[in-house]
């Protein structure tokens, strides 16, 4: 499905709506001759990362995090979307969104391979090794082209264990792919994928559940509730200061409990 321009521009509008009265950071571009001009971080990515509003509630994205622990003036603009992967983000038109609003010193944080898994559907599956790296290409070809960085994060881990109590691995082949790509693009990599099944192998398989969308209703053991959420983007902000994209003056927070309270369900705009 492809969306109009009209549909597109309104999608990137809602994207960056919600986060933008919450999202104080500390990061400066130049903007050659005039006042230092206001970074922004945009996230391309999946259910796991995206805004969620009042009917969704208390299902949480980790991109609604991540404002907690960035500084002002550096600002996130979320567009992660439910259901999407690498393929149908750019199909339907979202990619561009992006690319018409993204400035020189701007980021764009790139997750996908939930949904580019989904064989059964030819809207959304790439193959790890060859599609799937493909269509990442772009993404990074595009913030490149704009003057803007890309990073690559693997996506985060669901909540699976064995018998044993041991934490399993969901996502195939799509994070070593996605490892790979990063090596030989120079894009810098965050290994979410590693550091999350590491966390919830930490936390085990009962105390898990207080981290994922499990209600008396539903045992959601993919998307977070707002610990969850906090806890993956404290761990995406670690790896942006590991990395060196962001600079220890961009960030803050990072050992402070963050208050659930904080986080918040807009209503759905039409």
Known sequence: MSLTRRQVAAAALIAAAPVAAASPAHATA????????TRTLYIAGDSTAAQKYADAAPETGWG??????????????????NGRSSKS???????????AAIRPGDFLLIQFGHNDAKRDDPTRYTEPWTTYQDHLRRYIAGARARGARP??????ERRRFDANGNARPSHGEYPA???????????????IQALSIALWQELGVEETKKYFNWTETEQDNTHFNPPGAIAVARLVVRELLRTRVL????????????????????????
């Open 247 to 270: 600079a220890p003056r961009d960030v803050r927070r990072l050992d402070d409990d963050i208050p659930e309270s904080w986080i918040t369900w807009p209503r759905a705009t039409a």
């Open 177 to 191: 792919a996605m490892r790979a790509l990063a090596e030989a693009e120079g894009v810098a990599l965050l290994d």
């Open 64 to 81: 609604m995090a991540l404002p907690f622990f960035l500084h002002e003036p550096l600002k996130v603009s979320n567009h992660a979307v």
């Open 89 to 99: 983000f750019i199909d339907e038109g979202r990619l561009d969104a992006i690319f």
């Open 30 to 37: 130049p903007s050659y001759g005039g006042p230092p001009r």
């Open 151 to 156: 990073v690559l994060a693997t996506s985060v």
